[in-house]
Each structure stands twice: as C-alpha cells, then as structure tokens.
C-alpha cells in the first residue's frame, strides 16, 4: 500500500514540477539569484571576509 501511496504522490509532484518550470520560470530564477546571494554572505562570512555588493 505505501509503494502506491508513494508512487500517486510523485505523480502528482511531477506535474507541479512540470506546471511551476513552464509557467513561473521567472520566479525561479528571482528565487536563485537570492539562493546565491545568501550563499555568498554565508560564504563570505564564514571566511572573514568584507562582501561588497557588485550589481
């Protein structure tokens, strides 16, 4: 029973993947760059470096 649970569930999920990377690219790519940015403040944080923003 879990393995069909789990099988419907992915099913359902991969249509969401599909709908959000063909309709909401954009989003995706806002929500990357600020992924990124916060990587490099943890990154540079963690070296004891000064950041400074270049955009």
Same mark, same amino acid.
Request: a negative charge; charged letters at 25%; one cysteine or more.
């Given at each position: 029973?879990?393995?069909? #649970?789990?099988? !419907?569930? /992915? $099913?359902? $999920? ?6 959000? /990377?063909?309709?909401? #690219? +954009? !989003?995706?790519? +806002? /929500? #990357?760059?600020?992924?990124?940015? %916060? ?5 540079? %944080?963690?070296?004891?470096? %000064?950041?400074?923003?270049? +955009?």
């Amino acid at each position: 029973m879990r393995n069909v #649970l789990v099988h !419907d569930y /992915l $099913e359902i $999920e991969k249509e969401t993947v599909y709908r959000i /990377l063909t309709e909401n #690219l +954009s !989003d995706l790519k +806002s /929500l #990357l760059k600020k992924y990124m940015e %916060f990587i490099m403040i943890l990154y540079c %944080f963690s070296a004891g470096m %000064f950041c400074v923003d270049e +955009s």
